[in-house]
C-alpha cells in the first residue's frame, strides 16, 4: 500500500494549477444517463473516484471515451471524456460498485427518469458520518415513483414517466438536490425544488443540463425550478475548478508561509474559506491567472469557524483548517455542524504535536510552536490531506499511510506540492 513521505520546514514558492472540481464532475458523468445522444466534458480530474464511476456507467452500458494528451499539452490539464449512453444495457447497480463510493447513488435519478425503473444498492455506512438517502427517496416518491426498499437494494418504478411536483428538503443536501435535479429534467410539467442546496457544484449541473435542453432557474439559490422536457440532447461542457482543492493548497501555502499562484482559481466559488485565511493572517489577491496566496513573515492568527452548508465555511476544508490552526498563535473554535464522526484526524495530528481538545461538535486547538514529523495514518480524504499539511511544516520526516484516500480527490498531489519546493514523495509497497 502505498505512503507519502514528507520532509517538512520548506516554504511553498510557484505555481499550482487547480484540477476541474471532482464534486462537479461525478453528477455531471452521472447526468449522461439522462440522453442518449453524447454529452462531453472537459477538464476532468484524474482521479480513483472518476475512474470507478466510468467503470459503474460502464456497467449500465456507458460508452466512455478518453481523448489522449497530444505532444506539447500542459501535463496538468483536465481530460476530456466523450460519453454515450444511447443504450442502457442494465438498470441494476450493484452493491459491490456502490459501495464503493456513495455518489454512485446518484445513477437512481437518471436511471427511473429516462428508463422507468431502476434498482440500485443502498450504499452503506461512511467514515465521517450515516448520511442517509431518506432525501433522494422521499423527493422521488413526490416526482410519483413506486420505491421499495428490498434486501439492500432501492427497487424504484415509474412506468408512467415521472410527474412535476414540489420537493421541500427538511435539510439541506447536496446529495440530493443532485438526483432531484436530475430526475425533474424530465418529468411531465413543473417541479420545484426548495431548501435546495445552493453550492457552486450544482449550479455546474444545472448549467450542463440547460446546454443539453433543460429548463432549469435559479440555481444557486435555495429554490430551484425546472419545466420537464421530453428528452435531453448532446452537449459540451467543461468542469468548474475544484474549490476544495483551492482552499487546500490555500492553507497549506499559508502554514508554510509560502507564496503560491493557484492556476485557475475562482475566488466567488469560496469566498467564505479565503476571508478565513485572510483573519489568519494570509494575503489573498485575485489576478486573471487564479488566487495567489502569501504569508511572509507573519505569523498565524487563530479563528473561530462553524461550517455550513454554501456560502457558508465547507465542511469539506474544515479538516485542513484545523492543520493550519495547530501553528497559531493562541486558541482556535472550530465547530463541525455537517457530519458527525468528522475529527478523526484530530488524534493523527496529536501524534505531530498538535494540542487539540474536543468538546462535543467543537474543536479547541492550541497552537503550538512546532510539530514533530512522525508515521500517522489517514482515516478519510479531506483527513488524509489535513496531515500532509500539517507535515509539511513539522520538522523532521511524516510518513503518511493509507494514502488511497488521498487519490479519490487530489489529482497529482505529490507533484504540484514538490514543483513548488516540498520535500514529498509517494513510495510504493
Known amino acids: 500500500m502505498d505512503k507519502i513521505r514528507i520532509v517538512g520546514g520548506n516554504e511553498l514558492k510557484g505555481t499550482i494549477p487547480i484540477s476541474g472540481a471532482k464534486n462537479a464532475a461525478l453528477p455531471l458523468m452521472i447526468a449522461s444517463l439522462l440522453t442518449e445522444e453524447k454529452l462531453i466534458l472537459e477538464n476532468v ?10 467503470r459503474i456507467l460502464g ?24 460519453i454515450d449512453a444511447r443504450v442502457i444495457v442494465d438498470t441494476i447497480a450493484p452493491y459491490e460498485l456502490v459501495s464503493k463510493m456513495r455518489a454512485s447513488f446518484w445513477v437512481v435519478g437518471p436511471l427511473l427518469a429516462r428508463m422507468g425503473v431502476a434498482k440500485v444498492s443502498l450504499p452503506g455506512g461512511c467514515a465521517i458520518g450515516t448520511r442517509p438517502v431518506d432525501f433522494h427517496l422521499d423527493a422521488l416518491r413526490a416526482l410519483g415513483a413506486d420505491i421499495e426498499i428490498d434486501a439492500g437494494y432501492v427497487l424504484a418504478k415509474a412506468p408512467r414517466g415521472l410527474t412535476g411536483a414540489r420537493i421541500v428538503f427538511p435539510k439541506v443536501s447536496v446529495g440530493a438536490t443532485h438526483t432531484a435535479l ?20 450544482i449550479v455546474d449541473v444545472a448549467d450542463c443540463l440547460i446546454k443539453m435542453g433543460a429548463r432549469i432557474e435559479g440555481a444557486g439559490t435555495s429554490t430551484i425550478r425546472i419545466e420537464g422536457v421530453p428528452r435531453l440532447k448532446a ?28 492556476a485557475g482559481a475562482r475566488p466567488d466559488l ?16 485575485a489576478t486573471n491567472e487564479g488566487i495567489r496566496v502569501r504569508r511572509n513573515g507573519a505569523g498565524i492568527l487563530p479563528v473561530e469557524v462553524s461550517t455550513a452548508p ?16 495547530t501553528k ?31 468538546d462535543g461538535d467543537t474543536a479547541v ?57 516540498a520535500e514529498i514523495e509517494r513510495i510504493s509497497g
Open 328 to 358: 497559531a498563535k493562541g486558541r482556535s473554535r472550530i465547530t463541525e455542524t455537517i457530519f458527525e464522526n468528522r475529527f478523526m484526524h484530530v488524534q493523527e495530528l496529536a501524534r505531530l504535536g498538535a494540542r487539540i481538545h474536543l
Open 310 to 325: 454554501y456560502p457558508g465555511f465547507p465542511t469539506d476544508l474544515q479538516a485542513q483548517l484545523m492543520a493550519l490552526m
Open 59 to 82: 456497467n449500465h452500458g456507458v460508452d466512455i471515451t478518453t481523448n489522449g494528451k497530444r505532444n506539447g499539452d500542459d501535463p496538468y490539464a483536465g481530460q476530456t471524456l466523450e
Open 182 to 201: 436530475m430526475a425533474a429534467a424530465l418529468a411531465r410539467g413543473e417541479s420545484v425544488i426548495e431548501n435546495a442546496a445552493r453550492e457552486p457544484e
Open 365 to 421: 486547538v492550541e497552537g503550538v510552536e512546532r510539530l514533530t514529523g512522525a508515521p500517522v495514518m489517514a482515516t478519510d480524504l479531506r483527513a488524509s490531506v489535513s496531515l500532509v499539511i500539517a507535515g509539511l511544516a513539522a520538522e523532521g520526516e511524516t510518513m503518511v499511510q493509507r494514502v488511497y484516500h488521498l487519490d479519490r480527490g487530489f489529482e497529482k498531489l505529490e507533484e504540484k506540492l514538490s514543483r513548488c519546493g
Open 45 to 54: 480530474p484524474r482521479l480513483a473516484d472518476v475512474a470507478l464511476l466510468q
Open 270 to 285: 469560496l469566498e467564505d474559506a479565503l476571508e478565513t485565511l485572510r483573519h489568519a493572517g494570509a494575503e489573498i489577491d
Open 235 to 262: 452537449a459540451r461542457h467543461a468542469v468548474l475548478p475544484d474549490r476544495i482543492e483551492t482552499g487546500t493548497y490555500a492553507m497549506a501555502t499559508a502554514m508554510t508561509g509560502g507564496d503560491v499562484m493557484l
